[in-house]
């Protein structure tokens, strides 16, 4: 089993979850990315986001948040990406 950083071992004691969260802002006429540790309450849809699936919020003035979340990569979401082409 490999081991925990303290921090974010007391952390999941607490019953949270620490994930790395991507980001995209425009910042003046820049586009700025991030990718930060990001602590996230059991109760947040975030923590529900594991293993092959991916969440995507997407935050704009005219529609408010959009969010898309599913199988994205990994496991048998890539295993099935091929097949379901042939047919």
Known sequence: MQKQPRGQA????????????ASIAREGNELVARILPTRITSDDAWAHVTGPYNRVVIESE??????FQGAGAGGL???????????
């Open 10 to 21: 007391r952390v999941a004691a607490e019953g949270d979850r620490v994930k790395l969260i």
């Open 77 to 87: 979401a890539t295993g099935r990406a091929p097949c379901w082409r042939m047919w």
């Open 62 to 67: 005219s529609a408010g948040a959009l969010v």
